[in-house]
């Protein structure tokens, strides 16, 4: 999903890391944001990583959603807004459900790793 809106408690917020990708380093940080539906992994990437702390009451609009190993993770980047918002319109931790939204298991093609590159190319008589 894109363009996701969250109105949250920060429950868990690491500091800044530097990751490899397939890119080149990047700068990121994750955090566990929580509201009355349960609780999300997040992972604040670039300028936006390490901008948020625990206990926070946060909204984040133009955020997107990706799943790993079956769980749905909220992503923060360039293009999302992060707000500190009072503290009344969001849950405290102890009212957090446990509970973390689970992604759709993916249908795969069997045998297929990914693009492939070349093709079929007839021969020349």
């Known amino acids: 999903m894109e363009h996701v809106k969250i109105k949250g408690r920060v429950l868990e917020a690491g500091p800044p890391k530097v990751i490899q990708t397939k890119k080149g380093p ?5 955090a566990v944001i929580g509201d009355s ?3 999300v992994e997040t992972t604040l990437w670039g300028e936006k990583a390490g901008t948020i ?4 009451a946060v909204e984040i609009t133009g955020a997107w ?3 790993f190993r079956g769980k749905v993770q909220l992503n923060v980047g360039r293009s999302s807004e992060v707000k500190e918002v009072s503290d009344a319109e ?3 931790p102890s009212e957090v459900p446990a ?3 689970t992604a759709p298991e993916e249908e795969r093609r069997p045998g297929f ?3 492939r590159r070349g093709g079929f190319r007839p021969r020349r008589g």
């Open 37 to 39: 539906t349960g609780r």
């Open 90 to 92: 969001v849950p405290q």
């Open 53 to 56: 702390k625990e206990g926070q």
């Open 26 to 30: 990047r700068t990121i940080s994750n």
């Open 99 to 101: 509970d973390s939204p």
């Open 113 to 115: 790793q990914g693009r």
């Open 65 to 67: 959603t990706t799943s």
